[in-house]
């Protein structure tokens, strides 16, 4: 398994690729795939909702200031910053320019020659439903603290770290989506530049994000927009 994971030393996104403006990494990063190694297997999951953060505008932690918790928000891009989100691990990055960073907001699993059969079967004990059973690979990864239960991520194992190409990185696989959601994120509160559309979503994978846009009652033009990968609108639906 050794020679395995120096293998994928050579598919891990560089530092650069976070090293960019965090609206722009965040509609980049759709279709990734984030890699954590635990126990020898490599746990995988495609991210397919993200939310942009500044330094500047109200919603983000970085705007309440340095701490030493908070230090992996004022760092270079590609630094892994963790938090507690409602008594679960949250998963975020770093961005190009202090105090900005994109948060993973839910993933789904993805299974390839390199995180099989038995990598999906231990995401899903790690994480199971309230009656301990194997959770729907679409519930699996369908929140940012769902994500990290199901790969096993931590806030002491890698809060303020940097990505380890052997433990845990970001793959490009070729599946990044040409036209995206984007609409308000979730869970800001009134005053807190709540308006501010930052989050995006895969819409091929809308159905398993914390919160579908496409859901019933929600209107393009109104709850979301159609965008494509430069953030730029589409003058209609695809």
């Given at each position: 398994m050794a020679d395995k994971a120096s293998r994928r030393a050579?598919?891990?996104?560089?530092?650069?690729?976070?090293?960019?403006?965090?609206?722009?990494l965040a509609r980049e990063l759709l279709g990734k795939v984030v890699r954590h190694r635990v126990d020898g297997l490599w746990l995988s999951a495609r991210i397919i909702e993200t939310e942009a953060y500044y330094l500047e505008e109200k919603g983000s932690h970085?705007?309440?200031?340095?701490?030493?918790?908070?230090?992996?928000?004022?760092?270079?891009?590609?630094?892994?910053?963790?938090?507690?989100?409602?008594?679960?691990?949250?998963?975020?990055?770093?961005?190009?320019?202090?105090?900005?960073?994109?948060?993973?907001?839910?993933?789904?699993?993805?299974?390839?020659?390199?995180s099989g059969p038995d990598a999906l079967a231990r995401m899903q004990a790690l994480n199971p439903d309230a009656q301990g059973r194997p959770r729907p690979p679409g519930r699996l990864c369908a929140g940012q603290t769902l994500l990290c239960r199901a790969l096993g991520l931590k806030v002491p194992d890698w809060d303020a770290r940097r990505f380890d190409p052997e433990a845990l990185y970001v793959e490009?696989?070729?599946?990044?989506?040409?036209?995206?959601?984007?609409?308000?994120?979730?869970?800001?509160?009134?005053?807190?530049?709540?308006?501010?559309?930052?989050?995006?979503?895969?819409?091929?994978?809308?159905?398993?994000?914390?919160?579908?846009?496409?859901?019933?009652?929600q209107q393009a033009g109104r709850d979301y927009h159609w965008v494509d990968g430069s953030g730029a609108p589409l003058k209609r639906a695809p």
């Open positions: 050579g598919k891990a996104l560089p530092d650069a690729f976070f090293d960019r403006d965090a609206r722009q970085a705007s309440l200031g340095y701490t030493h918790k908070r230090r992996a928000l004022f760092m270079d891009g590609g630094v892994v910053y963790m938090y507690y989100a409602r008594g679960g691990d949250s998963l975020n990055f770093s961005a190009g320019g202090p105090g900005n960073a994109v948060l993973i907001k839910s993933a789904y699993p993805w299974v390839d020659a390199v490009d696989v070729g599946e990044s989506p040409q036209v995206l959601i984007s609409a308000t994120r979730l869970g800001i509160p009134a005053g807190r530049d709540e308006h501010l559309e930052y989050r995006y979503v895969d819409p091929a994978y809308a159905a398993w994000c914390t919160r579908n846009p496409l859901r019933r009652g």
